[in-house]
């Protein structure tokens, strides 16, 4: 096992599935391209072969699978099915929706249970300007399906001054209605971002904001979370829960467990460095060949972490997964 001075150690793997993606939201993608097909992507039996030595060489236990937008690629169908065989504690995916009631029969037979659905407005005008792609209809009737389907859902929303704060209670409603559980996700200097401070400061809303704002209407008090969660987690007494996922304001470096695993076969220790290590030659060589230069080069990611705080990085969400 390899654990760094602060005790951490990666327990929790993210696979972007693809780069593609059929939205093109204004803070993580800078040229509002959708869809540009990524050069060199993994197959879908390198990447699965990628997760089964990651086990055993890091100690991964659960994997959240996304990108880009996972249900665009191809390659779901198989990954699905062979990553479903690896023995983890836990699968689970990060989508925009989109094509959720399309694949959910898919996803539903390859035994994923909990899903993590981005959605930063009920708006249908600001949904196409935030997002710029897709349809807003699509998402909410994908949803309702979810639901009756039994899965357990969190949805995601990036919270944008100017953009979609009168969206914050709605959104919030909309969740304790149906039983899902709203995560806030402070904007992150990533991509573009990183380079444009001004952009960045305009559009950050903060933690401290948004609890004032939801405490306008609702009494809530914080909830547990497991050591190592993102997630601040906050209870509405009989009504539900909801999460700020506060890297600015509260940030979690210190306990972070994440280890990225990108489409192209590049690990990421740190959303914040901009140090990445390839890998995906080694995930068509045999176990014995690949394992001890992998740990090698986990050693290299494990020390790729912040100490303290997230400072941003230049990579665009989308290639590292989000
Ligand atoms: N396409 C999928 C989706 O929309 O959930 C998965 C990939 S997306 C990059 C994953 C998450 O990253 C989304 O919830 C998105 O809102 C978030 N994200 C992207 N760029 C971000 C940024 N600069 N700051 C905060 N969250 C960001």
Redesign the pocket.
């Known amino acids: 096992m390899i654990v760094d001075r602060q005790g951490r150690r990666f327990r929790n793997l993210r696979i972007s599935l693809t780069a593609a ?1 059929n ?1 093109a ?1 204004t ?2 993608v800078p040229d509002g391209k959708r869809l540009v097909a990524a050069q060199d992507e993994l197959s879908a039996e390198a990447m699965v072969r990628g997760v089964a030595y990651l086990i055993e060489a890091a100690g991964i236990e659960r994997l959240r699978i ?5 249900l665009v690629s191809p390659k779901l169908d198989v990954f699905l099915r062979e990553v479903g065989r690896l023995g983890l504690a836990e699968i689970s995916l ?3 929706g989109q094509l959720l009631s399309r694949k959910l029969p898919l996803l539903l037979e390859s035994g994923i249970r909990r899903l ?1 659905v ?1 959605l930063d407005t009920l708006d249908t005008n600001a949904f196409r300007v935030i997002a710029r792609g897709g349809d807003l209809a699509s998402v909410l009737a994908g949803l309702e399906e979810a639901r009756a389907a039994g899965l357990k859902i969190k949805l ?1 929303m ?1 919270p944008l001054r100017g953009q979609n704060l009168n969206q914050v209670l709605p959104l919030l409603d909309y969740c304790l209605e149906r039983g899902f559980e709203l995560r806030f ?1 402070e ?2 200097r ?2 573009h ?1 990183a380079r444009d401070g001004n952009s960045f400061l305009q559009q950050f809303v903060g933690m401290p904001e948004l609890l004032s704002m939801i405490g306008e209407r609702y009494s809530f008090a914080q909830a547990d979370a497991p050591l190592d969660a993102t997630a601040l987690r906050y209870e509405i007494p009989q009504q539900g829960f909801f999460g700020v996922i506060a890297n600015e304001s509260v940030p979690f470096c210190r306990t972070c467990s994440r280890l990225r695993l990108s489409s192209t076969g590049w690990l990421h220790g740190c959303l914040s460095s901009s140090n990445r290590h390839y890998v995906g030659d080694l995930l068509d060589k045999p176990r014995h060949q690949a394992l001890p230069a992998l740990q090698r080069l986990l050693v290299k990611a494990l020390g790729d972490k912040q100490d303290v705080a997230f400072s941003g990085g230049v990579t665009v ?2 290639i590292i ?2």
Do not use: Q, R
Not at 66 to 70: K, L, V
């Open positions: 993606c939205y939201c803070y993580c996304t990108g880009g937008e996972p990060t989508t925009n993590n981005s995601n990036v996700i904007l992150m990533m991509g971002l969400m989308k997964g989000g």
